[in-house]
Structure formats: structure tokens, C-alpha cells
């Protein structure tokens, strides 16, 4: 099964499959792109598919640098982005869960960044979403 709920090239996700697909945890997803439509002008969102492993995943891109992966799921969805130095820095400085500032200090480093990776099924998980947004703009 493919990481993403969408995992047919064929049928690339719209909004009605989508919110089905999501169930309440979408108007989080909604709350994040609102957010970044807000924080990050001339953004570029655009729904990839990256094969049958990891199926449809809509990537947010600022000015040629990835910004975020939203990675459909039932019910949730994971919310993906790469950290540099100085934004795992300020992570840890943050006041974000302990353990997701472990995580992300004991990620792999990879040449665009750690990654942080959270799996959204309500508020709380998407406001921290927004936090780390915040401080990957921002740095």
C-alpha cells in the first residue's frame, strides 16, 4: 500500500476526493494551506506523483525551495518538510513536544535539510505544523 491514500497515477486527487479521503482532519489541511497562503507569497502548490510506493502528495514550493509535502491519508494526513541547520536550531529553542524535537535532532541529515515529519488529525498537530512553518520561512 502506497504512503498516500492516492495511489492510482490515473486519478489525480480533487478537492471532493480529497475532503472524503480526510474526513474531519481536512479542515486542517485547509487551516495549513490558508496559513501558507498568508505567510508565503508567490508560493507554488502543485499535487506529484511519486510512483506506486508513495503515491499523489501535494508539494508546496517558495521560489524554487521545497516548503512542505502534505502526504493524503484516511482520516489524517503527514505534513512533511526538511530543516537546515539553523531551523533545527531554532526548533529546539521553540517550546515544540520534546519528542518531536528528538526526533528531528536524531533525523538523518539529508543535503536539503532534517526532516520533520507529523501526522495530522486535528488542531494540535496542524498548529504545530504552523509553528514549524514559521520557523522554516523564517530561517
Keep these: 500500500m ?8 490515473a486519478r489525480k486527487p480533487d478537492e471532493a476526493s480529497l475532503s472524503e479521503a480526510l ?6 489541511w485547509d487551516a495549513i494551506i490558508d496559513h501558507l497562503d498568508k505567510k508565503c507569497d508567490g508560493h507554488v502548490r502543485e499535487w506529484k506523483f511519486y510512483g506506486e510506493k508513495y503515491g499523489w502528495q501535494l508539494k508546496v514550493v517558495h521560489n524554487k525551495r521545497s516548503v512542505l509535502y502534505l502526504v493524503p491519508r484516511k482520516d489524517s494526513f503527514m505534513a512533511s518538510l526538511a530543516l537546515k541547520e539553523k531551523a533545527v536550531d531554532a526548533v529546539r529553542a521553540s517550546g515544540l513536544p520534546p519528542s518531536l524535537i528528538r526526533d528531528i535532532e536524531n533525523a538523518k541529515a539529508y543535503p536539503e535539510g532534517k526532516p520533520a515529519r ?5 488542531k494540535k498537530q496542524a498548529d504545530i505544523v504552523k509553528q514549524l512553518l514559521e520557523i522554516k520561512l523564517s530561517t
Excluded at 2 to 9: C, E, H, I, R, T
Excluded at 118 to 122: L, S
Aim: charged share 35%; net charge positive.
Design 118 to 122: 507529523i501526522e495530522v488529525t486535528g
Design 2 to 9: 502506497a504512503s498516500s491514500f492516492f495511489d492510482d497515477k
Design 23 to 28: 474526513g474531519k482532519a481536512k479542515r486542517c
